[in-house]
């Protein structure tokens, strides 16, 4: 599998990446880093020490560092100010080098490259994405499929009404979303069904090595969001489509019209997700709705990442 990935590290960014380098048969054709938890200098520079401590190969790209057509909002509050949750500890390795070229311009000449065979997978606000279907008309045709976590048929994370990514840039998601792709909608509602909490953080240490003990103290940390609002358990936000296109199978996703919504004083970035049966007509997404049998879909991500940082 072809992949290509979008993303605003952002822990669970960085547990997505890792387990799509960790699945045998898959290339990753880059990585383009989006303003999103934080700034883009910090999300750019996440991203180029996730790759210097992973040793990783794939070129990392920087792209947008602001939203369409609103001021820039981040999820620091919550995340810390690395946008990571890391509960002070730090990244502490030198950052690899960025891959010259916007991440952009990276992305549409890597999907005209190879017409038809990229899975695009955005995990960040839909900026640069939107931003490439703007520049280039012809690159949703080219995609194999473009698959995102992001939006929420259950209402939302960063307001009553959206989830963060759609919230971050509704004017990105609204173009994606009206870009005439089918787009595989990965949102709140199915990352509830995908938790990680304690033992996945004792699973992930137990590999060993540095880089496993690194890892897991930051998974320690994106657990904790959950512990701070009373839950023993977090949802696995980005991950979630990773293991999607891994196991297909296990995933129900229903056909229907998602619009994004651009100017409701209390609900701006709602994912408005109309899954009746004559929406069918106007159908733009593919919208995950039921996981069968979570809870082991997240113990084989974890047994793979597991193996791939074991010392
Ligand atoms: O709402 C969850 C999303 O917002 C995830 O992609 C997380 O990384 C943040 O970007
Ligand atoms: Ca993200």
């Keep these: 599998m072809d992949l290509w990935l979008d993303t605003d590290p952002g822990f669970d960014d960085w547990m997505a990446w890792l387990l799509m380098e960790s699945v045998p048969g898959w290339r990753l054709h880059g990585v383009s880093v989006v303003a999103g938890n934080a700034p883009l200098e910090t999300t750019l ?26 001021p820039q909002v981040t999820a620091q509050d919550v995340l810390g100010i690395d946008g990571m949750a890391s509960t002070g500890r730090r990244l ?47 690159l949703p045709g080219l995609l194999k499929s473009l698959v995102i976590m992001g939006g929420s048929t259950v209402g939302g994370n960063a307001t ?34 995908l938790r990680v909490g304690d033992a996945h953080v004792q699973r992930l240490r137990a ?68 899954l009746r049966g004559p929406a069918l007509a106007r159908a733009n997404a593919m919208v995950a709705m039921e996981a069968t049998r979570g809870p082991e879909l997240v113990d084989w991500a974890m047994e793979r990442l597991a193996a791939r940082l074991a010392r």
Excluded: W
Aim: contains cysteine; glycine residues 12%.
């Design 45 to 70: 520079g996440n991203a180029l020490r996730i790759k210097s401590l992973h040793g990783l190969a794939t070129p990392v790209y920087a792209g947008c560092d602001r939203p369409l057509a609103q």
């Design 92 to 138: 502490d390795v030198p950052p690899a080098a960025v891959s010259a070229g916007h991440g952009v311009t990276a992305l549409i000449d890597a999907v005209r490259a190879n017409p038809g065979r990229i899975t695009l997978l955005a995990v960040g606000p839909l900026t640069n994405v939107a931003t490439a279907f703007l520049l280039a008309p012809d």
């Design 160 to 193: 009553a009404a959206a989830e963060f990514n759609i919230h971050a840039d509704p004017e990105a998601a609204a173009q994606v979303f009206g870009s005439g792709t089918t787009v595989r909608m990965f949102g709140l509602n199915i990352c509830k069904q």
């Design 207 to 274: 590999a060993g090595s540095d880089e496993a003990g690194v890892m897991g103290d930051y998974l320690d940390g994106y657990v904790d969001i959950g512990r701070r609002q009373g839950r023993t358990a977090q949802s696995l936000y980005d991950p979630t489509p990773v293991i999607y296109l891994a196991h297909p199978g296990r995933f129900e996703l229903r056909m229907g019209r998602v619009d994004i919504e651009l100017s409701g004083r209390h609900t701006r970035g709602m994912t408005v997700c109309d």
